[in-house]
């Protein structure tokens, strides 16, 4: 599979009452990157979300996943590619139980029972969720829901997993399980959200999505330090960011060296990543 492992040229979607969704939206992920795409409510993220495994077909533009473009032809290929897991668990478990959701995805591959009860037993166990194999969905919690879902997901080995808001809802310990358990996905990660926080612990990199254009995309410490592109997208800093000694202007410490102006949103390369020389410690 090509380097480049997602690809979208000029995207724009206009919804059927005339609401223009995404304006020209351009951009590449590449392999193994984990990529925040941000905005204020309606900036189109969720959109953007939907058109990656062709839940939703573009008014114009072109989406590539590898080396495959997306269109009817490429579509059952693509899906096996790209995972995604929907803001709403219950938009994504339906079946009787956690088992036969978790088997869902492997059953319609075609695969053989043994291989479809290994998928299940691997991705519920990656999300730490193996003894609610014969649970019914309804009865989980909204913590151990999301993370059926994932396993939903996971059991159909995908190599780029794509979230909508993963944390909401979630209690701040169902919210830190999470945290860890998409760490530990080593493949390309796309997540929209509104927990900053979250963006910042977990993707190196971040898009902002303003009015459905590319408004910034560039290395997250960069975006969220830009206090006036933050202000034009009504946007904040993440709490972890706000009185920081380093971050803030009036801090005393020594700051990063000089940032580099933020990467075009479709640049040709991976992105050169700087970081702070101090942890932020918070619970959330």
């Not at 058109?51 to 997306?70: E, F, M």
């Not at 166990?125 to 396993?151: F, M, Q, T, W």
């Not at 939903?152 to 399980?177: C, F, K, Y």
């Amino acid at each position: 599979m090509s380097h480049h492992i997602v690809e979208v040229k000029q995207l724009r979607h206009v919804y059927p009452d005339g609401t223009v969704a995404l304006r020209d939206v351009s951009f590449r992920i590449h392999h193994g990157q984990s990529v925040a795409i941000i905005g204020a409510n309606g900036a189109g993220k969720s959109t953007l979300l939907l058109h990656l495994n062709g839940y939703l077909t573009a008014t114009s533009g072109i989406i590539r996943i590898g080396d495959h473009q997306l269109s009817k032809e490429t579509l059952a290929e693509i899906r096996r590619t790209v995972g995604m897991v929907f803001q709403d668990p219950d938009d994504q478990l339906f079946m009787p139980t956690v088992y036969d959701d978790v088997a869902f995805g492997p059953l319609n591959q075609g695969l053989d029972t043994a291989v479809i009860e290994q998928r299940v037993v691997d991705a519920l166990a990656r999300v730490d969720a193996l003894e609610l194999r014969n649970k019914p969905p309804y009865h989980l919690s909204g913590g151990e829901k999301k993370r059926v879902a994932i396993a939903t997901v996971l059991s159909m080995l995908p190599e780029i997993l794509v979230l909508d808001e993963p944390t909401s809802g979630l209690d701040p310990r169902a919210r830190r399980q999470l945290m860890a358990l998409l760490q530990d996905f080593h493949h390309t990660r796309i997540i929209t959200s509104h927990d900053l926080d979250m963006v910042l612990e977990l993707c190196e990199r971040t898009i902002i999505l303003h009015e459905g254009t590319v408004m910034a995309d560039g290395p997250t410490l960069e975006i969220f330090s830009n206090e006036a592109l933050l202000a034009t997208c009504h946007l904040e800093k993440p709490f972890s960011m706000q009185g920081c000694p380093v971050c803030s202007p009036e801090g005393t410490r020594r700051r990063p060296a000089q940032q580099r102006p933020l990467v075009p949103p479709h640049g040709d390369h991976p992105h050169d990543h700087h970081h702070h020389d101090h942890d932020h410690h918070h619970d959330p």
